[in-house]
T-cell receptor, first 112, second 113 residues
Framework: AQSVTQLDSQVPVFEEAPVELRCNYS??????LFWYVQYPNQGLQLLLK??????LVKGINGFEAEFNKSQTSFHLRKPSVHISDTAEYFC??????????FGGGTRLMVKP | EAQVTQNPRYLITVTGKKLTVTCSQN?????MSWYRQDPGLGLRQIYY???????DKGDVPEGYKVSRKEKRNFPLILESPSPNQTSLYFC????????????FGPGTRLTVL
């Protein structure tokens, strides 16, 4: 079985400050890792994904994430956030089989 | 425009009254899936389908049924809804499983009284 833990349910941050949203996973097999974003009253859209190769993955809107196999982590970062980044962010993992498992989500609140 | 559509977007119903939430995609995707989203629990997979007539249970299938008679459609059926099925539901699709990006519908907010 696989699982995903997002360590922070809410992250408040001031505009233009850096942010890191943490994600840890457990799986007995190699995994694919994803970050999705959900803006208010909308569905989810993909920010970035790790399939293989370079452990630093760049996504849309200036976000990036680093896959760390030894620590089973896939933390999401942005060097300078904007008000428009206010949203809920979900880390997800797909291992063996066809199920995509999501974490509980982190609400990023960017303050002016 | 490539998209996943769901209907209805909002639904209030009563316990025991059968309902169907429709999902359709226009991207010729093989893989389709249903999730429910509850505060603090993230998204949990209800059912998924790898192709026409091929469906399988996800993490929380109890109380739900699905069918995949056509590639583009994947309806979610609640035969006898109960209040604990009050939730936000999302349909998603992708080309194949594995590393493919899933495309999500706009969501259906269901309230069961």
């Amino acid at each position: 079985a696989q699982s995903v833990t997002q360590l922070d349910s809410q992250v408040p941050v001031f505009e233009e400050a850096p942010v890191e949203l943490r994600c840890n996973y457990s799986s007995s097999v190699s995994v694919y890792l994803f970050w999705y974003v959900q803006y208010p009253n909308q569905g989810l859209q993909l920010l970035l994904k790790y399939l293989s190769g370079s452990t630093l993955v760049k996504g849309i809107n200036g976000f990036e994430a680093e896959f760390n196999k030894s620590q089973t982590s896939f933390h999401l970062r942005k060097p300078s956030v904007h008000i428009s980044d206010t949203a809920e962010y979900f880390c997800a993992v797909r291992g063996a089989g066809n199920m995509l498992t999501f974490g509980g989500g982190t609400r990023l609140m960017v303050k002016p | 425009e490539a998209q996943v559509t769901q209907n209805p977007r909002y639904l209030i119903t009563v316990t025991g009254k059968k309902l169907t939430v429709t999902c359709s995609q226009n991207m010729n995707h093989e893989y389709m899936s249903w999730y429910r989203q509850d505060p603090g629990l993230g998204l949990r997979q209800i059912y998924y389908s790898m192709n026409v007539e091929v469906t399988d249970k996800g993490d929380v299938p109890e109380g739900y049924k699905v069918s995949r008679k056509e590639k583009r459609n994947f309806p979610l059926i609640l035969e006898s809804p109960s209040p604990n099925q009050t939730s936000l539901y999302f349909c998603a699709s992708s080309l194949i499983q594995g590393g493919d990006t899933q495309y999500f519908g706009p969501g259906t907010r269901l309230t069961v009284l």
